[in-house]
């Protein structure tokens, strides 16, 4: 019951922040939304503003570390970026990842930390949290609130579900984030109790499933799914699923546009679009569906951003490696 309640909370604050900073890829195109945040009371004017694409908030990550008084590392020749707190955290990552690391453990956090203008941004929420720092929001003004906060200590009578649930999140994520063994407790103990959701499986799969399935635009599940029918319509499910999962790997390569139509009418990419007859395609109860599957994270080929029928263009495969074959279809 109390993992449902908090779920509920999740979900009602996601949906809120979701409307408020911008709808994102789905519905703004993947435009810049708000420059305006408070860090404590402090209302702070960022020089780049945040982000919204995919329901996932961005914020460019230099800025946001001066503001908050962390420290970044930036290794160009791996492309990796640092940030630790005083606290001891320390949280790694790249562009055009969705893994991250914190604290030496590596989490797939599924969203994936991009570049902009030059400029690297990743998931606010993330970030924060990773940080022991937490994340609210401003109604009057429509902005959010980060907070640094401070280690909590343990009184008598304290459980770590008590300590979970005063603070939104699970037991099973503070003892991740405390390197905790058990979940016995000693008086005096500090705690860090601002605990990044992927540290809960559960909560994070769960989560993650509910607002991809809540933010998928009609319309762009439309497009999707005409565009599986017309390059995939006579292929098995897992070949629908994997060409809608090509696209949506597009996507989310800084290589490709930001946007869905953008990248399906990309010049010479997809001849459907290209020639004018995706537009009078009817997509099938399988397209729709693994268009949907696509949108809500679901990928089976993951890596691949490109397909060919190795029949048809022999030379193809015969110099490109596959990362899979289903039915017809060569996914590279």
Known sequence: MKLIQ???????????????LGAGATFASANSTNSILYIADVKVDLNRSLWTVG???????????????WTLEYDGESGRTTIANDLGDVLAFKAGSSDVALNGRTYDIGGTVRLKDGV?????????????????WKDQEKVAVLQQEALYTVVAGDTLWRIAE???TTATALKVRNGLASEALAVGQQLKVVAP??????????????AAAEAIDPVELTLLAKLVEAEAGSEPYEGKLAVASVVMNRL????????????????GQFSPAGNGSL?????????????KSALSGENNVPGAYSFFNPQLEP??????????????????
């Open 279 to 291: 537009e009078r395609e009817t997509p099938s109860k399988d397209s729709l569906k693994a268009a």
């Open 120 to 136: 690297t941004y990743a998931p606010l929420r993330v970030v924060a949290e990773s940080m022991h720092a937490s994340v609210g």
């Open 252 to 267: 989310h390569n800084d290589r490709y546009p930001d946007t869905l139509r953008g990248v399906i009418y990309a010049p």
């Open 166 to 168: 005063a603070h939104d």
């Open 197 to 210: 959701e992927f540290l809960d499986p559960d909560v994070s799969g769960q989560k993650a499933t509910a």
């Open 55 to 69: 329901g996932w908030t961005y914020a460019p990550v230099k800025e946001l570390v001066e503001h908050m008084g």
């Open 6 to 20: 908090r779920l509920t909370r999740i979900a009602t604050l996601a949906l809120t922040l979701f409307l408020a």
């Open 315 to 332: 030379a193809k495969a015969k110099r490109l490696k596959a990362i899979k074959k289903i039915g017809h279809h060569v996914f590279v």
